[in-house]
């Protein structure tokens, strides 16, 4: 059994990466400080995707940015820049979609693949009671669409496959390291284990959902 990381040098890429090795498989990273993989850039993903091939029954993406263009989330509509959502839509939108073109074009029909794709509960619309946040919100909530699309399409041609949204928590990691004090954390390996274990039971019946790290399913 093999197993994909795209993002493998973060924290929770690393925890997922250790995760799957314990299980038993064969891990594959890709990541920009390890392999030059630039998750906004497609000739990037092609060549790098091209360059590991397909032989893997589990892959999750673990990519993303929080600070869209070095700005953290806005906490008003007054602080919206187009810099900032254009970054955010580039990684956390665009990239992840763009990864999943070049990586289920080659997945053979029968084959019963499996993939994780991180998102975020901010991205949920019906969930927002909040406010603020607006590029990582609108950016993860574009993520979701295109990854459910892309699921209703993929579950055509490969009957077997599940292609799932995983919200991973507020991990203890250096991405959200700004946010901890206000919001109840999680371990990236008791993350990594859970989101593992979400994906493990989901069937061709569940793709293109969203999921948190409890196997809840989180509203759009």
């Not at 993989?37 to 893997?56: K, L, T």
């Not at 820049?81 to 939108?93: C, E, G």
């Not at 041609?157 to 954390?185: D, I, K, M, W």
Request: aromatic share 8%.
């Amino acid at each position: 059994m093999k197993a994909l990381i795209i993002g493998h040098s973060g924290g929770l890429g690393q925890a997922l990466g250790a995760h799957y090795r314990h299980m038993g498989y064969q891990v594959t990273g890709l990541s920009r400080s390890a392999d030059g993989f630039e998750i906004g850039d497609e000739a990037s993903i092609a060549a790098h995707i091209r360059r590991v091939g397909w032989d893997f029954d589990r892959v999750m993406l673990a990519t993303g940015v929080l600070n869209g263009a070095g700005r953290p989330p806005e906490k008003s509509l007054s602080a919206l820049s187009v810099a900032a959502m254009a970054d955010q839509f580039a990684i956390n939108a665009m990239g992840p979609a763009l990864v999943l073109k070049y990586l289920i074009a080659q997945i053979p029909r029968d084959r019963a693949v499996k993939i994780g794709v991180l998102s975020a509960r901010v991205g949920s619309i019906g969930d927002n009671a909040l406010g603020g946040w607006y590029a990582y919100r609108a950016a993860k909530a574009a993520l979701n669409q295109l990854v459910h699309t892309t699921a209703i399409e993929w579950v055509r041609r490969c009957p077997q496959s599940v292609l799932a949204l995983l919200h991973p928590g507020t991990v203890q990691t250096e991405f959200s390291a700004a946010y901890h004090a206000n919001h109840p954390t999680i371990s990236p390996a008791e993350s990594a284990s859970q989101l593992i274990a979400t994906l493990e039971v989901l069937s061709p019946l569940q793709t293109g959902q969203f999921y948190d790290f409890n196997g809840v399913c989180v509203p759009w």
